[in-house]
């Protein structure tokens, strides 16, 4: 169970901002909101993460609403090479020392010139 | 510094043979996980390693599925008796180690394509 909802894809103008909204209405306090991409026949790329506060960093920023049922991530100029698969995870402490990612199928990202 | 890496990039084999395939973290990486992704899906997960140790296999799909990391750094995943379902992208990750909360980002190499003829 990804515990995310993403629409499945979005397209976006070069040079516009990309606003990726993730619904995850049943995390709990203590969990971490985790973006990854994967660019076509690539391995996932992390991107950013947050457990309240907004956060940034040089490649997006992530919007976490008050209430934490869901974000949005922001890439402020979208790139021809932002196109890619955009995945929200809610990051599960599986036991064991173990924070395995549980994939949903992500929002398709298209950056149209 | 080098990112992850895996060999090889592509694997044909044929139904019912043994395959390895290999991964080598971040150097200092304690954490390794395994995940497969198959055509239009996203990745899930096989198997975590802390170090030399196995801690979470629940991912395995069946005991055809193996995989060893003996001295806490590269890692084999071992599938005997291959079937065409096998046949996937084979993803691994590293990450520093098992933190709680946050900063638990994981680094993913680019996989290997199996594909089980």
């Known amino acids: 169970d990804a515990k995310t909802t993403q629409p499945p894809s979005m397209d976006c103008a070069e040079g516009r901002a990309a606003n990726l909204p993730c619904n995850h209405s049943?995390?709990?306090?203590?969990?971490?909101v985790y973006w990854y991409r994967q660019i076509h026949s690539q391995g996932p790329q992390y991107i950013i993460h947050?457990?309240?506060n907004n956060e940034t960093n040089e490649m997006a920023s992530l919007i976490i609403t008050e209430d934490r049922k869901s974000s949005t991530l922001i890439l402020p100029h979208a790139t021809l090479r932002d196109t890619a698969v955009y995945y929200c995870i809610v990051l599960v402490y599986a036991g064991a020392g173990s924070y395995q990612l549980t994939f949903g199928k992500g929002t398709k990202l298209s950056v149209i010139p | 510094g080098a990112g992850v890496s895996q060999t090889p990039s592509n694997k044909v084999t044929e139904k019912g043979k043994y395959v390895e395939l290999r991964c080598d973290p971040i150097?200092?990486?304690?954490?390794l996980y395994w995940y497969r992704q198959s055509l239009g899906q996203g990745p899930e997960f096989l198997i975590y390693?802390?170090?030399?140790?196995?801690?979470?296999d629940s991912g395995l799909p069946n005991d055809r599925f193996f995989a060893v990391r003996p001295e806490g750094s590269v890692s084999t995943l071992k599938i005997q008796r291959t079937e065409r379902g096998d046949s996937a992208v084979y993803l691994c990750a590293s990450s520093p180690g098992a933190l709680a909360g946050g900063d638990n980002e994981q680094f993913f190499g680019p996989g290997t394509r199996l594909t089980v003829l």
């Open positions: 947050g457990l309240k």
């Open positions: 049943t995390i709990s306090g203590n969990e971490y």
């Open positions: 150097s200092g990486h304690t954490a």
């Open positions: 390693f802390q170090g030399t140790g196995a801690a979470d």
